[in-house]
């Protein structure tokens, strides 16, 4: 488990470049994560390892490619002080946990081991010692991620035919 | 507490008196948009769930416009997978190449966001139809499965950003140099979460394209949508593309806005975005002479008709110069015939452009003028990111279409009040 560390703005062009949407399956989607900012991203990355970046996380397009790309990495949480709106509603929608939470996305180091409790929402650096507490997302949104999902959450309401 | 004009139509579409920003919200909603790159995604997670029927076929839009006339296998697929789901499901907005255009353009043309509506696109620059007086904003995949099956979608309320518009633009400044303006000043998140709601005397002054280029950039500030009054010159706009009653929202007199950012046309100078953010901006005036090896005239932020006529008459007995490459995508088959009845592709087509049916496929490096390594395109298209139209170490200037015609023919970037 590793942390891979990013500034501010990380677009979702650099995430997933629109010369790749063409295949939108999780495994071609994987393997060119993030290769226009750091191309040794999808060969080294592992499951359970974390991204935590600047403010303005996954701006620009719409596309869920970019988060189903980084979820199908592997990646276990991105943690950064914000997100743009809609890869924050993709990421909730598809069931990748992210965190908002300043001090630790700027504290938090390339390499440190870190640990997230989802229900609590402590961040533990285990590297530094140090915790961080994230605000738990509000009632409405994690009965979304507790369904595993939009899609399940419409199905368990049957408001779909 | 009053309501912003985006409060007020979310509030009626969720069925509630009053909202308040922060308040999660299920709203229903008047269009579903996707385009042949989220449909597809779209359709694999509303199948996977089991879902068979579609909320209402008329209330789906599904058009065709990235990587078409499709430019490789894959993307063939890709538009394969989205017909034969719009066929299946009797998708009533379904737009092939011959009839599709550059979705955010075609949208309003056709008719399909009109003022008060709440529209949902998955994709991002779907904010553009705010200039309608609309609430529309940009989704993903799996929100658009979501609409589609059940025509409601959850929203967080968003609280406001005032801008306020004074004065009239001057000759060569448009609605691009304004909303590149905005960024500048507030910041490619300065508007995270939040709804921009245009406002203000200068607000008469705009032309319609002006105000759909204007929305249409709010999501490069982080807005969650960009939203106009609705006025006479709306009303113009929906007349004759609009039957179905639709309803005119003005923001309360005691709306709260977190601040207000006042924009004074009179002094705004044709304005652009260096690589490789929409807020990197300076007056052309500053970068005058920077060398460039493309121009990109089009795009759901200035493919239309009067960006056309700008760009045209810039161009008009004057020749694209030796090492540029100009390349001119009018937004809709409309734009495209209307250009050809006002002799615009002609020009286009005698100064040394090539002429384009439309796609978006420069915008996003898809394909019709993508970059190699260190080339440089002056574009009026809405993002400058790393990679973005190319190879990573390829450049994006963001202008108006005066800005790129003025620069095709010099050669460089240039001042279209100097040529």
């Not at chain 1, 397009?61 to 709106?85: M, Y």
């Not at chain 2, 529309?136 to 979608?153: E, N, V």
């Not at chain 2, 005691?254 to 901006?281: G, M, S």
Request: net charge negative; glycine share 10%.
């Amino acid at each position: 488990m590793k942390v891979y560390k990013y500034g501010a703005n990380v677009d979702t062009d650099v995430i997933i470049p629109a010369r790749h949407l063409n295949d939108p399956s999780p495994a071609a989607l994987a393997s060119h994560c993030m290769e226009d900012i750091d191309d040794k991203f999808a060969s080294t990355v592992e499951a359970g390892d974390m991204i935590v970046a600047g403010a303005n996380f996954g701006c620009g397009s719409s596309r869920e490619h970019a988060p189903l790309a980084i979820k199908s990495c592997g990646i276990k949480c991105i943690i950064a002080p914000s997100f743009a709106r809609i890869f924050y509603r993709n990421c909730i929608n598809i069931g990748l946990p992210i965190v908002e939470c300043p001090q630790a996305a700027e504290e938090i180091q390339a390499g440190d081991q870190v640990d997230v409790n989802f229900t609590t929402g402590v961040i533990t650096d285990q590297t530094t010692g140090k915790t961080y507490q994230a605000a738990p997302f509000p009632e409405f949104i994690e009965g979304i991620v507790q369904s595993g999902g939009l899609l399940n959450s419409l199905k368990a309401r049957g408001v779909a035919k | 507490m009053g309501m912003t004009m985006t409060q007020k139509i979310l509030a009626k579409a969720a069925g509630l008196d009053k909202v308040e920003p922060g308040q999660l919200i299920e709203a229903k909603l008047d269009l579903v948009l996707g385009n042949d790159i989220t449909t597809p995604v779209a359709i694999t997670e509303f199948e996977k769930a089991g879902f068979t029927q579609v909320f209402d076929r008329d209330r789906i839009a599904i058009v065709l416009d990235h990587y078409t006339p499709c430019k490789d296998i894959q993307s063939a697929r890709l538009c394969k997978q989205a017909r034969e789901f719009a066929r299946k499901h009797e998708i009533t907005n379904f737009y092939d190449v011959g009839q599709m255009g550059v979705e955010h353009a075609l949208v309003p043309e056709k008719g399909l966001a009109a003022p008060g509506e709440v529209v949902v696109g998955a994709d991002s620059h779907t904010c553009t139809y705010g200039a309608l007086g609309a609430f529309s904003t940009g989704i993903g995949s799996t929100d658009m499965a979501a609409g589609m099956a059940t025509g409601l979608l959850w929203f967080k309320v968003p609280s406001a950003i005032r801008v306020t518009l004074k004065g009239k633009l001057q000759p060569h400044v448009s609605g691009k140099d304004v909303i590149l303006h905005l960024i500048g000043e507030i910041g490619v998140d300065g508007a995270l979460y939040q709804s921009l709601e245009f406002a203000g005397e200068g607000v008469g002054s705009l032309s319609m394209d002006d105000r759909f280029t204007i929305s249409n950039m709010a999501i490069e500030a982080g807005g969650k949508n960009g939203i106009f009054p609705v006025d006479e010159k709306t009303m113009e706009y929906i007349n004759g593309r609009v039957s179905r009653p639709c309803e005119a929202f003005s923001a309360d007199p005691d709306a709260v806005y977190e601040r207000e950012v006042v924009i004074d046309l009179d002094k705004l100078e044709p304005t652009v975005a260096l690589p490789h953010l929409p807020e990197n901006t300076k007056v052309v005036s500053e970068v005058a002479g920077t060398p460039i090896n493309q121009v990109v005239i089009g795009s759901c932020t200035n493919g239309r008709i009067s960006d056309l006529r700008i760009a045209a008459a810039i161009m008009k007995g004057k020749k694209v110069a030796s090492n540029v490459r100009c390349v001119v995508i009018p937004a809709t088959q409309e734009i495209t015939l209307q250009a050809m009845k006002e002799g615009l592709i002609e020009t286009f087509i005698q100064a040394g452009a090539a002429v384009s049916t439309p796609t978006c496929g420069p915008c996003l490096g898809g394909h019709m003028g993508v970059m190699a390594e260190g080339e440089r395109t002056v574009s009026t298209t809405n993002r400058n990111f790393v990679g973005r139209m190319g190879h990573t170490t390829s450049e994006i200037i963001l202008a108006s279409p005066a800005v790129a015609a003025a620069s095709a023919i010099a050669g460089c970037v240039a001042d279209p009040r100097a040529v």
